[in-house]
């Protein structure tokens, strides 16, 4: 029988850390995999965020970089800069890329860095105590909002991607999820074109992965994943942006 399901060699085999029901993992696999199938092992460049994901290199067999909270595209710009050859992304949450990082993402798009994004969108910061993030929803309730976000008092949850569609530097934007085995296959595929953009030299490619928190949003594994699907995609629709 033809085996058609293994161990990524881009993954390293130990313990997870996360939370259970966390999405994390699932997207460090995917990159995993994706890197494994373009055979870029050896020429890859990994940015690891501050967040949840802070040791994402501990995942990762393949070479990582660490960056000051919000920095990982200023890091990746001079990364790939110095080293062309090399395939550099970053791997950042929604407090990393969309809050103290909003000046280098907003820039390094501007500039068409040719940089591979993965933006992990789980709507809360994780790391830190489960605070209202810049993309958390309206009348969601988080450490920092405890009746739910406003409006009036916080504003909207922030689109970075269709803020990030205009620019002429951006290339490719794709928003996926996690919620379900086929959104899994639809993220893969998103992540696996976002790198090929960068080994084309076709510019800036960021793929938005909507992501589930059961720990911050008092929700089990499973109804994490319910909310995702039928909530959090209406403010954050799914598809191809760019």
């Known amino acids: 029988m033809e085996k058609i399901f293994s161990h990524p060699k881009s993954l390293r085999n130990i313990s997870t850390h996360y939370c259970a029901g966390c999405g994390h993992g ?72 969309a809050a103290i990082g909003t000046s280098e993402t907003i820039h390094a798009a501007n500039r068409g860095e040719n940089l591979t994004v993965i933006f992990i969108n789980n709507a809360v910061y994780g790391m830190t105590g489960g605070q209202m993030a810049p993309t958390t929803l309206l009348g969601q309730k988080t450490a920092t909002t405890p009746e739910g976000r406003s409006a009036q008092l916080h504003g909207y949850p922030l689109k970075i991607s269709e803020m990030l569609s205009p620019l002429a530097g951006v290339k490719y934007i794709e928003r996926t999820s996690l919620y379900s085995p086929q959104e899994v296959i639809k993220t893969k595929k998103a992540i696996k074109q976002a790198f090929q953009n960068q080994i084309d030299n076709i510019g800036f490619s960021l793929v938005e992965v909507l992501s589930p928190c059961p720990t911050y949003w008092d929700l089990s594994p499973k109804e994490a994943l319910d909310w995702i699907r039928e909530v959090m995609v209406k403010e954050f629709p799914l598809g191809k942006i760019k």
Not at 27 to 37: G, Q, T, Y
Not at 55 to 81: M, N, P
Request: glycine content about 10%.
């Open 26 to 97: 699932i997207a460090h696999r995917l990159i995993a995999e994706v890197v494994d199938e373009l055979g870029i092992r050896e020429r890859v460049i990994g940015i690891a965020p501050v967040g949840c994901a802070v040791v994402a290199y501990d995942y990762w067999d393949f070479d990582c970089s660490e960056a000051a909270h919000g920095r990982a595209l200023a890091v990746a710009t001079g990364i790939k800069r110095v080293r062309p050859e090399n395939i550099v992304f970053t791997y950042q949450g929604d407090g990393d890329l």
